[in-house]
């Protein structure tokens, strides 16, 4: 089972999909009150998401990388981000669209383009 979490830190928002281990076999799944806010907490979440949806964000991937794009879409599984810049080792990288799965890349289209990094303004 997987999922998408959404968090706010120092005025920035993290979108990071998840996996998340399966209930052990032959348990009796259980509705509890902590249940119920989960599942208040994961309609909170999609609808952040709707709200982001056709926003331009940064996305940290697991690798250490950035991606910059506009949140296209989203499943249970993952992100799709058009007209994406993947931020690497002084190298910046374009694509029309990506997928991001688990915060690991894992499609994109077309094959891209490197190119030199121009500096960020936030640089000292």
Known sequence: ????VVE???GKTIIT???????????EPRRSRSAEAQESQEGRRRTFLHDV?????????????D?????????????????AFLFGDKKEWHADWVIVERRQ?????PAG????RPPRSDSP
């Open 1 to 4: 089972m997987s999922g998408i």
């Open 8 to 10: 706010k830190k120092d």
């Open 17 to 27: 999909v998840v996996q998340k281990e399966p209930e052990r076999d032959g348990d």
């Open 53 to 65: 949806i056709g926003r331009r964000l940064l996305f940290h991937l697991a690798t250490g990388e």
């Open 67 to 83: 991606v910059e794009g506009i949140l296209d879409g989203f499943d249970h599984d993952s992100l799709r981000i058009e007209d």
């Open 105 to 109: 890349l894992v499609a994109v289209s």
């Open 113 to 116: 383009r490197l190119r030199q």
